[in-house]
């Protein structure tokens, strides 16, 4: 069997999770890791019995494929310049830092046939899987997902680095045209958006009320959802799904409301991810998780900062202010 040569480029805390990944996977020949600070790419590399590089050229025509988890700003120029060169890429999410970057992303692996998938890796969790099965008609979404202050991602909004999940969750659950977005956000510890809240209308009439924060005392990944006669609420973490079904009586009683929890195999989403992109390198499939539907999540993103700026500007508060500690 030949195996696919893979690097990854950007070896941080998450870029670290795909290598340990990719050296366990027999499908996978693990050529080497890139990162520009030379020392953590050498402390990876001597890790994994690979080589180490400090400039992401330095392993084209080595690769025939790579997971991109540099900063997002970095993602449009080096996703599109690794395609270019014939490498299919993973790309963390969010796709780009603007609509025009995720377009260039898009349209170089058009021309360049190469496979450009998001990680969005949520999209691998069991439970949403299993509740993807169920959906009939969802019409309003609450979704919590927080988390303890960390020093990963603070180059962006907790919008694009932990709303971003739920907000294409949502769009692929709904399936619908978004016609309104409220939002409200603050910065809390950083100079971004540590805490953010947004209400989104749909076309058919859905809506959804999604919050992320990065600054919690606990750490929650729920997502909850009514449909007609049913609400589902799914653990990201425990992976599991918590149904409440109405139950039919007779006429003139009331109706009873039953439980019914659904526990399912664990699966690590990342690595599930992984597995997927590797099907599309090999297989030349359309990938599970398209760069078309992380662009559509990327612009609802976008929509939702502009709203908490919006009321942020009205309300003459401070939102892209750093915090006084880090003022000149």
Do not use: W
Not at 83 to 106: C, F, R, W
Not at 182 to 204: C, T, Y
């Amino acid at each position: 069997m030949n195996r696919i040569k893979v690097g990854v480029i950007g070896v941080g805390y998450l870029g670290r999770q795909h290598v340990r990944i990719y050296s366990q996977l027999d499908a996978v020949e693990l050529v080497g890791v890139v990162d520009k600070n030379p020392a953590i790419a050498e402390s990876v590399a001597r890790e994994f019995h690979i080589a180490p590089y400090s400039n992401f050229e330095e392993i084209l025509g080595k690769v025939s494929a790579v997971s991109l988890a540099v900063p997002t700003t970095e993602h449009s120029r080096i996703g599109c310049r690794l395609m270019s060169q014939g490498i299919d890429v993973l790309v963390e999410k969010p796709i780009a830092s603007s609509m025009t970057e995720a377009e260039s992303l898009i349209q170089t692996a058009y021309d360049h046939q190469r496979v450009l998938q998001v990680g969005h890796l949520e999209r691998f969790n069991p439970a949403v899987l299993e509740a993807r099965k169920m959906l009939n008609c969802p019409l309003f979404f609450e979704v919590h997902r927080l988390g303890v202050f960390t020093s990963r991602s603070l180059d962006i909004d907790v919008v694009f680095d932990l709303m971003i999940h739920d907000l294409d969750i949502v769009l692929d659950f709904v399936g619908s045209p978004v016609r309104a977005v409220s939002a409200v956000g603050l910065p809390i510890l950083s100079s971004k958006i540590d805490i953010a809240n947004a209400r989104i209308e749909f076309a058919n009439g859905c809506v959804a009320n999604v919050t992320a924060s990065r600054v919690s005392s606990e750490k929650v990944r729920k997502l909850r959802f009514f449909q007609p006669n049913e609400y589902l609420s799914i653990d990201y973490s425990r992976q599991d799904i918590v149904v409440m079904s109405v139950k039919s009586v007779e006429q003139g009683e009331i109706p009873i409301i039953v439980p019914k929890k659904i526990a399912l195999p664990k699966v690590e989403p990342l690595r599930a991810e992984i597995e997927s992109f590797l099907k599309s390198v090999k297989t030349r499939c359309k990938p599970e998780v398209t760069a078309e539907e992380s662009k559509l999540a990327l612009e609802l993103g976008q929509r939702v900062v502009e709203k908490i700026r919006e009321h942020a500007q009205a309300l003459q508060l401070p939102v892209f202010s750093p915090p006084r500690s880090q003022q000149a």
